[in-house]
C-alpha cells in the first residue's frame, strides 16, 4: 500500500484529518431535548491523523530507524 502512495498524497490526508479533527473540536456533539448526539469519532480522527503523519515522515525520509544504545556491564 505505501508504495503507491505519493508524498502530496499523504500531505493531502493529512491535511484532511487536520481540518476533521479541528472541525469536531469546535462543535463534536449537540444535545436535542434529553438526547445527545455525538457526529464523529475524534479518538478515530486522531488515529488516522497520527498514522498519515507517520506516512508523511516515511516518505520525506524522516521516518527512519531508532537507534538505541546499549551499555554492557560486568558486575560480576
Do not use: H, P
Amino acid at each position: 500500500m505505501m508504495s503507491a502512495i505519493t508524498l502530496q498524497d499523504a500531505k493531502q490526508m493529512l491535511q484532511k484529518y487536520i481540518a476533521a479533527e479541528q472541525a469536531v473540536l469546535k462543535n463534536q456533539s449537540y444535545t436535542i431535548g434529553t438526547r445527545t448526539f455525538t457526529r464523529a469519532n475524534l479518538t478515530s480522527i486522531r488515529n488516522g491523523r497520527i498514522e498519515w503523519q507517520n506516512i508523511v515522515k516515511q516518505l520525506s525520509g524522516q521516518g527512519g530507524m531508532k537507534v538505541r544504545r546499549i551499555v554492557f556491564r560486568d558486575d560480576y
